[in-house]
Nanobody, 115 residues
Framework: QVQVVESGGGLVQPGGSLRLSCTIS????????MDWFRQTPGNQREMIAS???????MYAESVEGRFTISRDNAKNTVYLQMNSLKPDDTAVYYCYMVSDIGRYWGQGTQVTVSS
């Protein structure tokens, strides 16, 4: 019923930019926070950005200054603007919702940074 769907992944060259979107649907509930995680094969998922219901943001040191998380409440959408991308940013990126009815993962979207 509840759906958390990422989009916007793809192939980008080093130094390039990409914007990911996460759209939430399927019910009426309160959202406490929206997070972006990423994961590479054999590793745990890493939280890279978060925004809470007050609009306060947090970033992992690995992406701070390059990535920006934002939201559009009217569209039920959270964005991750990624600039100055590096090959090490290559990963599957996941949207994660913390709500008053539970916590939900998106399906993930692949981001590949390569020449």
């Amino acid at each position: 019923q509840v759906q958390v769907v990422e989009s916007g992944g793809g192939l980008v060259q080093p130094g390039g930019s990409l914007r990911l979107s996460c759209t939430i649907s399927g019910g009426r509930f309160g959202i406490n926070a929206m997070d972006w995680f990423r994961q590479t094969p054999g590793n745990q998922r890493e939280m890279i950005a978060s925004i809470n219901q007050s609009g306060i943001t947090m970033y992992a040191e690995s992406v701070e200054g390059r990535f920006t998380i934002s939201r559009d409440n009217a569209k039920n959408t959270v964005y991750l603007q990624m600039n100055s991308l590096k090959p090490d940013d290559t990963a599957v990126y996941y949207c994660y919702m913390v709500s008053d009815i539970g916590r939900y993962w998106g399906q993930g979207t692949q981001v590949t940074v390569s020449s």
